[in-house]
């Protein structure tokens, strides 16, 4: 859920963590980059004469040197095949802004919407805090998609007042297992959840990803409802796994986490740890 009523999404480029679960891993880096989908290439040719750099080699397994690209995207605008694509368009604020307010009539009439996603929204604290206010100022609800790894003060100056739901990941709550699956410790993931606690004008929403055998061990979960009753949450949601991201790693010419499971988590089990979760935070 990526929150109430019709919504526009927004994805954002750039990501302090790199989850080895991540299924949206084109998110990862901020600059733009090329996707290639080898099922629709025909190896016409024609992405290898418009590549500036001459990063383009259709004797690669996945055609493009990564060394030499740079994202332009002139080999995906000459692909009519849909072989290849680009990742991230930069956007003014005003011009993000008139795009999204199209749309004005559908928020309202449902109670939607914008989410900013990503990657990681909060990366571009001055960009989104402009186009919050200039959406927030026409009356359209905000939410914000966190992996909780941002500067809180820079937040609650700049971005807060225009907020109206965070929805805020909890993935481990070991710091060296984080560190180890995302890159970073967890620290000041926890510390800001505390702080957001605390603000009484904004709704936030806890989410757990259920990734098996790394976010849903029972001393994982366990934790997990030992914080969430500590802080007094008292609503929560689960995210499934996605194993998309396993290709989508090759698409961008990367090689994917091993050791990932290829299929989504079977109902039943997803299930039944959501059932045990509810237990145990109604236990006193």
């Not at 990526?2 to 880096?29: M, S, Y």
């Not at 090329?34 to 004797?59: Q, S, T, W």
């Not at 307010?101 to 914008?114: C, E, F, H």
Request: glycine letters at 8%; hydrophobic letters at 35%.
């Amino acid at each position: 859920m990526d929150g109430p009523g019709i919504r526009t999404v927004v994805f954002f480029k750039g990501c302090p963590l790199r989850c080895v679960w991540c299924h949206n891993p084109e998110t990862q880096a901020a600059a733009p980059e090329v996707m290639f989908y080898p099922d629709n290439c025909i190896r016409c040719g024609e992405c290898a004469k418009r590549c500036p750099r001459g990063a383009v080699d259709l004797r690669l397994p996945y055609i493009i040197d990564r060394d030499r690209c740079h994202g332009s995207g002139a080999c995906a605008e000459a692909c009519n095949f849909f072989g290849l694509k680009k990742t991230g368009t930069p956007y003014l604020v005003e011009s993000l802004a008139k795009i999204i307010l199209r749309d004005a009539t559908y928020y309202k009439t449902s109670g939607g919407g914008v989410t900013f996603t990503g990657g990681e929204p909060l990366m571009h604290m001055d960009y989104l805090a402009s186009l919050a206010r200039r959406l927030s100022e026409n009356g359209i609800h905000i939410a914000i998609e966190t992996c909780g790894h941002f500067n809180y003060f820079d937040f609650k100056k700049k971005l807060l007042p225009w907020v109206n739901l965070i929805l805020f990941d909890i993935k481990l709550m070991d710091p060296d297992l984080h560190r180890k699956y995302t890159g970073k410790d967890n620290r000041i993931i926890l510390r800001n959840l505390r702080r957001l606690m605390g603000e009484e004008r904004i709704d936030l929403l806890p989410r757990i990803p259920l990734i098996p055998d790394y976010t849903t061990g029972k001393e994982n979960l366990r934790r997990i409802v030992c914080f969430f009753k500590e802080l007094e949450i008292r609503s929560w949601d689960f995210l499934t796994y996605n194993p998309s991201g396993i290709n989508k790693y090759r698409n961008l010419g990367k090689v994917p986490p091993s050791g990932l499971p290829e299929k989504p988590f079977p109902l039943e089990e997803e299930m039944l740890l959501k059932d045990m979760f509810l237990r145990r935070m109604l236990e006193r």
